[in-house]
């Protein structure tokens, strides 16, 4: 069970990035999958989510209006559209799926699969 996140980068104030995470087999079918990110010298936070069937987005007060995260479930990949972005989004970004049977949640602890992080630096 693998997640791989890949399209971080360095971008300036009020840019834009896609992030994407990829599952191996058929990790994202069934399962919720989030994206989370950590600051330099902050904890883990939650960014966005999305339950399994792509209906119920949800995003943290802090980037919402600004980020969408999308799935699809065919091609076993998640998607989160990062617009406007802004010097505070500077941080690592993780993609992370559920168990099969888990609730739709936004606490990182029922998230039982990572990505390896792919980094997001936003220059002022």
């Known amino acids: 069970v693998q997640l791989q996140a890949s399209g971080g980068g360095l971008v300036q104030a009020g840019g834009s990035l896609t992030l994407s995470c990829a599952a191996s087999g058929r990790i994202a079918s069934g399962r919720h999958m989030a994206w989370f990110r950590q600051a330099p010298g902050k904890g883990r936070e939650f960014v966005a989510a999305?339950?399994?069937?792509?209906?119920?987005?949800a995003y943290a007060d802090s980037v919402k209006g600004r980020f969408t995260i999308s799935r699809d479930n065919a091609e076993n990949t998640v998607n989160l559209v990062m617009n406007r972005l802004q010097p505070e989004d500077t941080a690592v970004y993780y993609c992370a799926a559920t168990h099969r049977d888990s609730d739709f949640t936004l606490d990182q602890r029922y998230y039982d699969y990572w990505g390896q992080g792919t980094l997001v630096t936003v220059s002022s």
């Open positions: 999305i339950n399994k069937s792509g209906s119920s987005p």
